[in-house]
């Protein structure tokens, strides 16, 4: 059973609008969600992460959010640019230092 | 330059054949770990090493072997290779801080084929 999922194997956004990726979660143990970009033929890079104690953590045109209660986190990205086009994965660390995965999100930016 | 490295980046191999990827990093990290992507799973974990000596299972460990005899090198062995390891494979490293982990630093991924 999967404790991170992405919903959304693909979503498809105009440049310079707003991209919302988002991501739910099982276990209400994970204190620490990361995101990741993955290009074709390259390993994830590091994007943006949050800890459970805030609900919100911005870094330039990235925002995560993040909702407890119902165990749900988004990623916005504004506005959206055509290197963006890429796979999203969300992550979270659990209490035996693993990192658990969701499935990923494909991005497609569209001129 | 701040690395993790992989070798080989492309391998077909047979059923039953042993190989090794290895892994290597240059940042001094304590944490290293191996996944494996497939289509519409994500990347699962299949081994992980908090230090020098120190290995655990990840979720989907069976098939592979792990060593971690220095600080720098994660290898990842397949004793005996299967079709069901036909997959991408990913290294990670990360420093380990009071109370957790930083983020991990990706290798540029193995592409394995077993027929």
């Known amino acids: 059973d999967q404790q991170v999922k992405q919903n959304s194997p693909s979503l498809s956004v105009q440049e310079g609008r707003i991209s919302i990726l988002n991501c739910d979660y099982t276990?209400?143990?994970?204190?620490?969600f990361l995101w990741y970009k993955k290009y074709p033929a390259e390993g994830p890079t590091f994007l943006i992460s949050?800890?459970?104690i805030k609900d919100k953590n911005e870094d330039g045109r990235f925002t995560v959010f993040l909702n407890k209660s119902a165990k749900h986190l988004s990623l916005h990205i504004v506005p959206s640019q055509p290197g963006d086009s890429a796979v999203y994965f969300c992550?979270?660390?659990?209490?035996?230092?693993?990192?658990?995965w969701g499935a990923g999100t494909k991005l497609i930016i569209k001129p | 330059e701040a690395q993790v490295t992989q070798n080989p980046r492309y391998l077909i191999t047979v059923t039953g054949k042993k190989l090794t990827v290895t892994c290597s990093q240059n940042?001094?990290?304590?944490?290293m770990s191996w996944y494996r992507q497939d289509p519409g799973l994500g990347l699962r974990q299949i081994y992980y090493?908090?230090?020098?000596?120190?290995?655990d299972k990840g979720d989907v460990p069976e098939g592979y072997k792990v060593s971690r005899k220095e600080k720098r090198n994660f290898p990842l062995i397949l004793e005996s290779p299967s079709p069901n390891q036909t997959s991408l494979y990913f290294c990670?490293?990360?420093?380990?801080?009071?109370?957790?982990?930083?983020?991990?630093?990706f290798g540029p991924g193995t592409r394995l084929l077993v027929l």
């Open positions: 990670a490293s990360s420093r380990t801080l009071a109370g957790g982990l930083e983020t991990q630093y």
């Open positions: 940042m001094n990290h304590e944490y």
């Open positions: 090493s908090m230090n020098v000596e120190v290995t």
């Open positions: 276990n209400s143990m994970f204190d620490y």
């Open positions: 949050i800890s459970s």
């Open positions: 992550a979270a660390w659990d209490s035996n230092y693993q990192l658990i």
